[in-house]
């Protein structure tokens, strides 16, 4: 028997880390709707919560002991040498990139551990276990995508042996880190990491930053959302909500310099928060930038020769098959004329209850020789999407990371095994580039690919992908700049440098929309002439809204309506004298915000628009509640940072300076929780020489509270001030905070 005291502090002690950040919106919604026939049985465990303290002693010896034994680290024989500069970053140093995989992964794992260990039963589709209902119910998307059965099919057949020994050793630098921290292992039963867990991440997050659950979602209506296709037609647009990327060319700027600004929006925290790294290895590794938690390759950089930066796009991925089912078989579907089967099995997906009672339920999988299959009230569909059984993304980030040239660099771009992403690339040539990159599916032609798609026709199975030089892109455009921030590919530049919609392919489902990122950003370009490095700077930060942005015609709405209190009527003054701006001193901000926010949201979720006079009377009560009064400083109201320590900050939704805010429960004004990451402007002067500036939201120890780097650039980034990030060997002299080894052996 264990004592009461060391079971109470077991528990006391337990697991603060919530699976629940690992899932975007989006997974939470489609699985919760995917496995919506769950029967809900609740459970009062508090009498158990000494019982699950003393099984997780025992379980922790027991699962030390397990690894210990069953996987051998020594027989990788790794090494890497990190250096940690001021700000905490990592650079990490292998003789071969397997060797810098490994420090890679280890310095990760210092830096956010508890998110990666997060990860992994996602991404083994056994979340149930540790997130009960919720977490079983993205177990069924993981098995209903048959993600596993693909890599056990093809991980060793389709991966190359470098490839696989890169995962390999970056899943080691996870495992060494475990061993030489043991106190800091919530879970050791989910060790050890595999280079599958890897790859398994790629594949699952992939088709969510596109979109991929949105044309599924609408399956789980009580009727049939869309008709059956018979003819072709002009594609409806779909809009992404973040992220920029900026070059400009030698010709545009004052003194021929060429600049890039990487700039991705993404959540502040999390799992798909940026984190900074610096890679180099022995065989030709030599990159900085930002990654994701559990990436083993950076998917925004630079090197001294050239870099890219990435914005979310969504063309048309997604296709929906209606099934024509045989009336005396429901497992059985018609195809070219013939009954054939489905292939049904039956998945067991194991929940957690009572906090430690482990719990199993079945659930039906379908799939058709189209892909995944459900059966719903209205009918039986099958789905079919770009990326569907890829699992090479990896060998392509890591061939754009090992690229030594603008060639080398297209030549990766065209292995065509990452789904989505606008990429915005420069080089100290004074080469630009942007790329409206996708797997695009090769679709038969005349079929409305917006609708549904008859299911009988093996002819409408595509096999094949867009090459990507027939993709949407433009290389050094006469107009000496490419602007892309999630709007239509056939506008970001000047207009008539701009790719052409009709060297596209036409069922491509390409965005039409504007963003006011877009447009601003346009404007400016235009606005300014010859570039210098002040307007750089204030391209990158400014946080103004376009009066041609389309939000400002739902905003003219709201202030041309007639008052009946006298709070509203000061409310609409206010709004009519804002000038637009989301400067901190800015007393129109709160309220203007509030109310272009109503538009954006509801756009972006492809609602209508709500009642003006209703989003009027809702921005006054939310703003006389965090601000006190209808025109409080923006910067009084808007704050950046967390754990209670917090600045203000510029910028909005939607603006260059991108900050989107909300509320926390229990406060009274709005904090920072995404836009604006972890950005470098870059820059490649005349002679040569490479300038770079970058900040991170709060830096680079992503879940340590205690440590100097949870926090330490959270000041600078709400004021928008940068510094070096210490790329080269030069530069880090004598700004070294620690030197150290990791390696697979004991």
């Known amino acids: 028997m264990f004592s009461e005291t060391p079971c109470q502090k077991l528990w006391q002690n337990r697991d603060t880390v919530s699976y629940r950040a690992l899932k975007t919106r989006q997974l939470l919604a489609l699985t919760r709707l995917v496995a919506r026939e769950w029967n809900t049985v609740t459970f009062t465990f508090e009498t158990f919560k000494m019982t699950?303290?003393?099984?997780?002693?025992?379980?922790?010896v027991l699962a030390f002991a397990l690894l210990t034994l069953g996987y051998s680290l020594n027989a990788l024989a790794l090494e890497a040498s990190i250096e940690r500069d001021a700000y905490g970053v990592p650079h990490v140093y292998g003789a071969t990139d397997a060797d810098a995989a490994f420090g890679l992964a280890y310095a990760q794992a210092e830096d956010a551990w508890p998110i990666m260990e997060g990860s992994l039963p996602f991404f083994r589709g056994n979340a149930g276990l540790y997130e009960g209902q919720e977490g079983a119910q993205s177990d069924y998307l993981v098995k209903w995508l048959n993600l596993w059965g693909t890599l056990d099919r093809d991980y060793e057949r389709v991966l190359s042996p470098e490839i696989r020994a890169y995962v390999e050793a970056f899943a080691a630098g996870f495992n060494a880190f475990a061993r030489d921290h043991t106190d800091e292992i919530k879970h050791p039963e989910l060790l050890p990491v595999t280079g599958k867990d890897i790859v398994a991440g790629h594949m699952l997050r992939h088709p969510l930053f596109y979109g991929f659950e949105?044309?599924?979602?609408?399956?789980?209506?009580?009727?049939?959302?869309?008709?059956?296709?018979?003819?072709?037609h002009n594609p409806k647009p779909k809009e992404p909500i973040g992220s920029n990327a900026t070059a400009v060319a030698p010709s545009r700027t004052d003194d021929g310099s060429t600049?890039?600004?990487?700039?991705?929006?993404?959540?502040?925290?999390?799992?798909?928060?940026?984190?900074?790294?610096?890679?180099?290895?022995g065989e030709g590794l030599n990159i900085m930038g930002g990654l994701f938690p559990g990436a083993p390759t950076m998917g925004v950089g630079f090197t001294e020769e050239h870099g890219w930066g990435a914005t979310v796009n969504k063309p048309d991925l997604v296709d929906i098959y209606v099934l024509e089912m045989n009336p005396d078989n429901e497992n059985q579907y018609r195809l070219d004329g013939q009954w054939h089967d489905l292939d049904v099995s039956t998945v067991k997906l194991k929940l957690r209850l009572w906090g430690f009672l482990p719990w199993s339920v079945s659930r039906e999988v379908l799939r058709s020789a189209h892909g995944p299959a459900l059966r719903t009230d209205h009918g039986v569909y099958a789905i079919?999407?770009?990326?569907?059984?890829?699992?090479?993304?990896?060998?392509?980030?890591?061939?754009?990371?090992?690229?030594k040239n603008f060639e080398e660099w297209q030549a990766a771009v065209a292995?065509?095994?990452?789904?989505?992403?606008?990429?915005?690339?420069?080089?100290?040539?004074?080469?630009?580039?942007?790329?409206h990159n996708a797997q695009l599916p090769v679709r038969a032609p005349g079929w409305n690919w917006q609708q549904y798609l008859p299911g009988d026709r093996s002819d409408l199975i595509w096999n094949a992908y867009y090459p990507t030089d027939t993709l949407p892109q433009v290389t050094n455009p006469p107009s000496g700049f490419i602007h892309s921030a999630n709007q239509t590919p056939f506008n970001v530049t000047s207009a008539a440098h701009n790719p052409l919609k009709t060297d596209a392919p036409a069922d491509g489902g390409w965005q039409t929309r504007m963003t006011n990122r877009a447009t601003r950003g346009l404007e400016l370009f235009e606005e300014f002439g010859q570039i210098s490095d002040e307007e750089v700077w204030a391209l990158k930060h400014d946080n103004d809204y376009s009066p041609n942005y389309r939000g400002m015609a739902f905003f003219k709405k709201v202030t041309g309506l007639s008052a009946t209190t006298k709070t509203q009527a000061q409310a609409i003054a206010v709004l009519k004298a804002w000038d637009r701006s989301t400067d901190k001193d800015n007393r129109g901000a709160a309220l203007g915000v509030c109310v272009l926010a109503a538009e954006w949201q509801a756009e972006s979720g492809g609602n209508n628009n709500p009642e003006p006079a209703d989003v009027l009377d809702d921005c006054i009560d939310q703003t006389l509640e965090i601000g006190g009064q209808l025109d409080p400083k923006w910067g009084e109201v808007n704050r950046h940072g967390r754990n209670g320590t917090l600045w203000p900050v510029a910028g909005g939704p939607d603006t260059l300076r991108a900050i989107y805010s909300r509320r926390l429960e229990g406060d009274d004004y709005l904090t920072a929780v995404a836009g604006d990451g972890l950005y470098y402007i870059i820059r490649w002067m005349p002679s040569g020489e490479q300038r770079v500036l970058g900040t991170h939201q709060y830096g680079n120890d992503m879940t340590n509270a205690d440590s100097p780097h949870y926090l330490d650039q959270a000041e600078d980034y709400a004021?928008?001030?940068?510094?070096?990030?210490?790329?080269?060997?030069e530069s880090r002299q004598g700004r070294i905070e620690r030197r150290y080894t990791v390696s697979s052996e004991t």
Request: charged share 15%; glycine share 4%.
């Open 384 to 403: 079919r999407y770009a990326g569907i059984d890829e699992m090479k993304q990896v060998e392509q980030w890591l061939a754009m990371n090992k690229a």
């Open 415 to 435: 292995l065509n095994h990452i789904q989505s992403f606008n990429f915005v690339y420069a080089n100290r040539h004074g080469d630009i580039h942007f790329i």
């Open 214 to 232: 949105g044309p599924v979602l609408e399956l789980f209506g009580d009727t049939r959302p869309n008709t059956v296709s018979k003819a072709s």
């Open 259 to 281: 600049y890039l600004i990487i700039n991705s929006h993404q959540p502040l925290t999390g799992p798909v928060a940026w984190y900074e790294a610096h890679l180099q290895s």
């Open 52 to 60: 699950h303290a003393c099984f997780r002693a025992a379980h922790t």
């Open 719 to 729: 004021n928008e001030v940068l510094h070096e990030p210490l790329y080269t060997k």
